[in-house]
């Protein structure tokens, strides 16, 4: 399992709405293709309104590619998963064609 927050830049929830009903919507055929590529059984997001008006995404993916999952989408030449990555720069405003972050550190 691989669980990360991102904040979702100020301007940019609707925008992360949007683009989470895409991927329930019009383009889930692609989204469950593209997790069994990276072999993905589970992936899932929240949506955190924090006091001070931040909202985060919190996301959890299960299966065996769970923690490659990021790189690997960030150097894939799949056109849905350069779509995916692009929504990852707009609305978190995150660059991961280079060093990927630390992984969660698991307190409890």
Do not use: C, Y
């Amino acid at each position: 399992m691989f669980a990360m927050a991102a904040l979702i830049l100020p301007d940019k929830v609707d925008t992360w709405r949007t683009w989470m009903d895409e991927l329930k919507g019009p383009r889930k055929s692609e989204f469950d293709a593209s997790n069994a590529r990276h072999e993905l059984t589970g992936h899932h997001a929240w949506l955190q309104a924090n006091p001070d008006g931040s909202h985060v995404a919190i996301v959890v993916q299960d299966g065996p590619g769970a923690d490659q999952f990021i790189g690997a989408m960030a150097q894939s030449d799949d056109p849905f998963d350069q779509w995916f990555m692009g929504r990852v720069a707009e609305v978190h405003g995150m660059d991961m064609s280079g060093p990927m972050p630390p992984p969660a550190e698991k307190m409890l």
